[in-house]
């Protein structure tokens, strides 16, 4: 893996140009619009989820809920994306017994969605994105959830130390 050999000498393998990036674009037939799948983003987004669960071994989503659906751990005018792909799993499970950290950012869209990221703190002592959820709720509820959640796919992580802001749903 690339990131076992940061600090030795990197190979052509190591390192991604654009013309890699294109060329794997023309052998998969992937088309680009810069990440638009429809102009409705709530169709997007729900193309984007459904296209990662029809690849049950590479899902990177761990749990979806969309407004207007009923799930009972929700609202029906809640939105909920939860993601974690297979390294940021590994990450999680190798350095969360150390330190792990919650934020989450306000605003990034016309929405109000809030972003919350859980993070570790990996070997180079920088933080390291292994969870997000997306949500238009940010309350103790939806972070129950969401740490119930990831406990489903990782089981307990038991940190020495657990950092946030001051926010009180945390």
Same mark, same amino acid.
């Given at each position: 893996?690339?990131?076992?050999?940061?600090?030795?000498?990197?190979?052509?393998?190591?390192?991604?140009?654009?013309?890699?990036?294109?060329?794997?674009?023309?052998?998969?037939? =992937?088309? +680009?619009?810069? !990440?638009?799948?429809?102009?409705?983003?709530?169709?997007?987004?729900?193309?984007? /989820?459904?296209? &990662?669960?029809?690849?049950?071994?590479?899902?990177?989503?761990?749990?979806?809920?969309?407004?207007?659906?009923?799930?009972?751990?929700?609202?029906?005018?809640?939105?909920?994306?939860?993601?974690?792909?297979?390294?940021?799993?590994?990450?999680?499970?190798?350095?969360?017994?150390?330190?792990?950290? =919650?934020? +989450?950012?306000? !605003?990034?869209?016309?929405?109000?969605?809030?972003?919350?990221?859980?993070?570790? /703190?990996?070997? &180079?002592?920088?933080?390291?994105?292994?969870?997000?959820?997306?949500?238009?709720?940010?309350?103790?509820?939806?972070?129950?959830?969401?740490?119930?959640?990831?406990?489903?796919?990782?089981?307990?992580?038991?940190?020495?130390?657990?950092?946030?802001?001051?926010?009180?749903?945390?």
């Amino acid at each position: 893996m690339t990131r076992d050999r940061i600090g030795k000498k990197l190979k052509r393998v190591d390192l991604l140009t654009r013309k890699d990036v294109v060329n794997v674009q023309r052998s998969f037939k =992937i088309e +680009s619009r810069d !990440g638009i799948r429809h102009e409705n983003d709530a169709v997007s987004v729900d193309l984007w /989820v459904s296209q &990662f669960c029809n690849d049950n071994e590479e899902n990177p989503v761990l749990y979806y809920k969309k407004q207007g659906e009923k799930k009972e751990d929700l609202e029906e005018s809640d939105f909920c994306l939860i993601i974690m792909n297979r390294y940021q799993q590994e990450m999680l499970m190798k350095f969360g017994k150390n330190i792990v950290a =919650i934020d +989450s950012t306000h !605003g990034l869209n016309k929405y109000d969605f809030l972003m919350t990221t859980l993070m570790v /703190v990996d070997e &180079f002592g920088e933080g390291f994105p292994v969870t997000y959820m997306f949500s238009n709720r940010h309350d103790t509820h939806t972070i129950i959830l969401f740490f119930n959640i990831i406990k489903s796919k990782v089981g307990s992580i038991n940190a020495k130390t657990f950092m946030s802001d001051m926010e009180s749903t945390f």
